[in-house]
């Protein structure tokens, strides 16, 4: 299932002992919370103190998917969603990389926006700050006209390569096609 914990303890160099101490709890009950997380057992409130032993943050939120694909006419939408997908692949490799991009591209873009791409922005914010990794995959893959307006006002540019960016542009007039 997941491992929280595990990366929150690896991320901010935290031991098993380290965290048990800060929890007030003996260290193999530590090592029962991270088996129960990774089964899907875990309790959120016991999930929400080991995180916030470790200054980190436990946000659970609801929102409906879109199952049905959409298809995208405009040629700019479909090269908006091809950059995406080669960001969510990055994203999905190596998240501290890309997340801290995008953190670092956010304040400049503030700069100007009004209205509905601030709002979108600040979307884009929420879902990093909150680490979520799926819920940002399902924008940059998503076909609603909410997704594609987030991806206009995308904090993941400068994360291709030239090269990268050549290809995706390949790919998608080659949908045209």
């Known amino acids: 299932m997941t491992a929280l914990i595990r990366d929150a303890r690896h ?4 031991g098993v002992r ?14 029962d919370w991270e088996r129960s997380e990774a089964a899907g057992t875990i ?17 659970v939120r ?17 090269l ?8 969510a ?18 304040g400049s873009m503030r700069t100007g926006l009004r209205g509905g791409a601030l709002e979108w922005l600040d979307q884009w914010a929420q879902l990093i ?12 893959l998503g076909t609603t006209q909410h997704d594609i307006d987030m991806r206009s006002v995308s904090p993941f540019t400068g994360l291709l390569s030239s090269e990268e960016r050549e290809e995706v542009l390949a790919r998608a007039l080659a949908v045209v096609s």
């Open 62 to 78: 609801s929102r409906a998917q879109t199952i049905a694909f959409e298809r995208l006419e405009r040629r700019e939408q479909r």
């Open 89 to 106: 692949t990055k994203l999905v490799t190596d998240p501290e990389v890309v997340l801290e991009s995008a953190r670092s591209q956010l």
């Open 80 to 87: 908006g969603l091809e950059l995406h997908r080669s960001i």
């Open 11 to 14: 991320r901010r160099a935290v």
């Open 18 to 31: 380290e965290l048990a101490r800060r929890c007030g709890v003996a260290a193999p009950t530590v090592v």
């Open 43 to 59: 309790q959120v409130e016991t999930l929400h103190r080991a995180l916030a032993a470790m200054g980190e943050r436990l946000s």
């Open 129 to 140: 700050e909150d680490r979520d990794v799926g819920g940002l995959v399902v924008v940059m």
